[in-house]
């Protein structure tokens, strides 16, 4: 008899099923009838032990059952008798439907479907109560009596066992659905963390409304506003009036085909700026939430090396254009610079103040000419050859180059060119770092001031370069950044960022080196150590002795 208390679920179940018993009239024996019950229930633990061989080869062809398994099933269904028969003498021990309680939702039993448990529950108490007419076949009033019983027992135990089948599965659903909702919430917060994570502005617009409900991290740094700040406005009032109705159109696109993108939009900012994006657009079904979820990438970056690359592509153009009016320039050039060559062997002296003229006009056409020659040699495309180079004079032939470019910019000019050794290096290419230091330091005089060239031997094999101007200076924070490609602190059109790279990208070529020592307000020095491969060849012979 089961003495332990009952599982408040437990109690409430068996406490339910006796009164469906009792008001539908089904428990005909009261549990009152001792002596009937006692004689049924020693009969059923006498003759189970041989109705139990006939009911399992009926059930365990008709439920194809392995044969492999029958004798653990024999043993299970000899046990289960047991404790039903004692129910059934006393109907407080209720310790069968303890173990069917348990079973159903974790035993052997709760493998399988409840019609299958049932339908050898029938067989065996179809068999007992076939034992039950021939062994009282000669008290045919106690047979009946004792098939009534069993049939209302075997009644209760049926209610019972539904019901603990129904529970057992209502709570797996239960659980099953309380993992799924914790599945979820955590794929929820996972997809959440990846959105914040995500490296882009991301906006979640309602299908049907249009209207914000959520961003992202990313999306309130790069705006200024917060989650609540926009929860329930137009997506249309991020983008300037003029985009609003291509923002709406990439809505749409969405909606109708499931996904669209553009690279024409802004994102305009709390502080008013606008921020130029490639937005990527895609409808989502989640639950009864549909929204199209914006992917707003920043191109800031993408459209500045873009300006610079077709600033670098004008220049370039230009460039090649001056190259090709000098060239042009050169034959008339030569043809005046004859005629004034005859106009002073003619005048021959005799007039002293048109001879001065022919002079002026004679060293400023020299001086046009050497200019166009410049020109000329600084476009000249070249490879990678290397050749003897007199670094001070490609210095000299630079600034006599840029002269008009320097007064202009009200720049005052100091060479302090030392005695250096010629270097073994592509002329156009160290013309090209001469010419890139020297505009970057004019541009950082936009009021004018000092440009200072020094040349020094500072080796057996090395020389130094120093380009020092009086400039407004570059921030500590930004030294480390100056030689990256398309790197640029100016306004656009007044360069690419492009300069200093390809210099550091020279000097590496030829296993030279460039440092800068810059203070705003103050100016900037850049320092240039280049090997002189052939300085040995060129030095002085060693005094004898």
Same mark, same amino acid.
């Given at each position: 008899?089961?003495?332990?208390?009952?599982?408040?679920?437990?109690?409430?179940?068996?406490?339910?099923?006796?009164?469906?018993?009792?008001?539908?009239?089904?428990?005909?024996?009261?549990?009152?009838?001792?002596?009937?019950?006692?004689?049924?229930?020693?009969?059923?633990? $006498?003759?189970?032990?041989?109705?139990?061989?006939?009911?399992?080869?009926?059930?365990?062809?008709?439920?194809?059952?392995?044969?492999?398994?029958?004798?653990?099933?024999?043993?299970?269904?000899?046990?289960?008798?047991?404790?039903?028969?004692?129910?059934?003498?006393?109907?407080?021990?209720?310790?069968?439907?303890?173990?069917?309680?348990?079973?159903?939702?974790?035993?052997?039993?709760?493998?399988?479907?409840?019609? $299958?448990?049932?339908?050898?529950?029938?067989?065996?108490?179809?068999?007992?109560? &076939?034992?039950?007419?021939?062994?009282?076949?000669?008290?045919?009033?106690?047979?009946?009596?004792?098939?009534?019983?069993?049939?209302?027992?075997?009644?209760?135990?049926?209610?019972?066992?539904?019901?603990?089948?129904?529970?057992?599965?209502?709570?797996?659903?239960?659980?099953?659905?309380?993992?799924? $909702?914790?599945?979820?919430?955590?794929?929820?917060?996972?997809? $959440?963390?990846?959105?914040?994570?995500?490296?882009?502005?991301?906006?979640?617009?309602?299908?049907?409304?249009?209207?914000?409900?959520?961003?992202?991290?990313?999306?309130?740094?790069?705006?200024?506003?917060?989650?609540?700040?926009?929860?329930?406005?137009?997506?249309?009032?991020?983008?300037?009036?003029?985009?609003?109705?291509?923002?709406?159109?990439?809505?749409?696109?969405?909606?109708?085909?499931?996904?669209?993108?553009?690279?024409?939009?802004?994102?305009?900012?709390?502080?008013?700026?606008?921020? /130029?994006?490639?937005?990527?657009?895609?409808?989502?079904?989640?639950?009864?939430?549909?929204?199209?979820?914006?992917?707003?990438?920043?191109?800031?970056?993408?459209?500045?090396? &873009?300006?610079?690359?077709?600033?670098?592509?004008?220049?370039?153009?230009?460039?090649?254009?001056?190259?090709?009016?000098?060239?042009?320039?050169?034959?008339?050039?030569?043809?005046?610079?004859?005629?004034?060559?005859?106009?002073?062997?003619?005048?021959?002296?005799?007039?002293?103040?048109?001879?001065?003229?022919?002079?002026?006009?004679?060293?400023?056409?020299?001086?046009?000419?050497?200019?166009?020659?410049?020109?000329?040699?600084?476009?000249?495309?070249?490879?990678?050859?290397?050749?003897?180079?007199?670094?001070?004079?490609?210095?000299?032939?630079?600034?006599?180059?840029?002269?008009?470019?320097?007064?202009?910019?009200?720049?005052?000019?100091?060479? &302090?060119?030392?005695?250096?050794?010629?270097?073994?290096?592509?002329?156009?290419?160290?013309?090209?770092?001469?010419?890139?230091?020297?505009?970057?330091?004019?541009?950082?005089? /936009?009021?004018?001031?000092?440009?200072?060239?020094?040349?020094?031997?500072?080796?057996?094999?090395?020389?130094?370069?120093?380009?020092?101007?009086?400039?407004?200076?570059?921030?500590?924070?930004?030294?480390?950044?100056?030689?990256?490609?398309?790197?640029?602190?100016?306004?656009?059109?007044?360069?690419?960022?492009?300069?200093?790279?390809?210099?550091?990208?020279?000097?590496?070529?030829?296993?030279?080196?460039?440092?800068?020592?810059?203070?705003?307000?103050?100016?900037?020095?850049?320092?240039?150590?280049?090997?002189?491969?052939?300085?040995?060849?060129?030095?002085?012979?060693? /005094?004898?002795?």
């Amino acid at each position: 008899m089961s003495r332990s208390p009952l599982e408040p679920a437990l109690a409430r179940h068996l406490e339910r099923i006796t009164g469906y018993l009792q008001e539908a009239g089904l428990r005909q024996i009261p549990p009152e009838r001792t002596d009937l019950r006692r004689t049924l229930a020693d009969f059923i633990e $006498r003759r189970a032990p041989a109705v139990l061989e006939p009911w399992l080869r009926a059930i365990g062809a008709a439920l194809s059952i392995p044969e492999a398994d029958w004798p653990r099933i024999r043993e299970d269904q000899a046990a289960a008798i047991g404790r039903w028969a004692r129910h059934i003498a006393d109907p407080a021990d209720v310790e069968t439907y303890v173990m069917l309680s348990r079973h159903t939702r974790q035993g052997f039993i709760s493998r399988f479907p409840a019609s $299958r448990f049932l339908a050898a529950q029938i067989r065996f108490t179809q068999l007992l109560a &076939e034992d039950i007419k021939r062994e009282f076949a000669h008290d045919p009033a106690q047979a009946d009596r004792l098939r009534q019983l069993l049939t209302q027992e075997f009644q209760e135990r049926v209610l019972h066992i539904t019901d603990f089948f129904v529970q057992a599965r209502e709570d797996e659903l239960r659980r099953q659905e309380a993992a799924y $909702r914790e599945e979820l919430l955590e794929q929820e917060a996972s997809y $959440r963390r990846a959105i914040d994570g995500a490296p882009a502005c991301i906006l979640f617009v309602d299908a049907a409304a249009g209207t914000l409900f959520d961003i992202n991290h990313v999306a309130e740094r790069m705006l200024g506003y917060g989650r609540e700040e926009l929860r329930g406005r137009p997506f249309q009032d991020l983008h300037p009036p003029g985009e609003r109705s291509r923002a709406s159109a990439l809505w749409r696109s969405a909606l109708e085909r499931g996904h669209a993108s553009r690279d024409d939009l802004h994102l305009l900012t709390r502080r008013g700026e606008l921020v /130029p994006v490639f937005a990527n657009a895609g409808y989502i079904e989640y639950g009864p939430r549909r929204w199209v979820q914006l992917i707003c990438v920043d191109i800031s970056d993408r459209k500045r090396l &873009e300006s610079q690359l077709i600033q670098s592509e004008k220049m370039a153009a230009i460039g090649q254009l001056a190259a090709g009016i000098a060239h042009e320039l050169r034959n008339p050039l030569a043809i005046v610079m004859n005629a004034l060559y005859d106009l002073h062997h003619i005048l021959d002296g005799r007039n002293a103040e048109v001879a001065e003229d022919l002079r002026i006009a004679e060293e400023e056409i020299g001086r046009a000419q050497a200019i166009i020659k410049n020109l000329l040699e600084f476009s000249r495309e070249s490879g990678a050859e290397l050749e003897r180079l007199d670094v001070n004079e490609l210095l000299t032939r630079t600034l006599q180059l840029m002269q008009k470019y320097l007064q202009d910019n009200g720049v005052r000019v100091t060479s &302090e060119l030392g005695p250096i050794p010629p270097c073994l290096a592509n002329v156009n290419a160290m013309r090209q770092i001469a010419l890139n230091l020297i505009t970057n330091a004019v541009q950082a005089m /936009p009021e004018g001031g000092d440009l200072t060239l020094r040349t020094a031997a500072v080796g057996a094999n090395l020389i130094r370069i120093e380009v020092r101007d009086t400039g407004v200076g570059i921030p500590a924070e930004h030294l480390q950044d100056i030689f990256n490609p398309f790197y640029t602190t100016k306004a656009p059109g007044q360069g690419t960022g492009l300069g200093l790279s390809v210099v550091h990208s020279i000097l590496r070529r030829y296993q030279g080196e460039i440092r800068v020592a810059s203070a705003v307000g103050v100016g900037t020095t850049f320092t240039i150590d280049l090997p002189c491969q052939c300085h040995a060849e060129v030095l002085p012979d060693p /005094p004898e002795g």
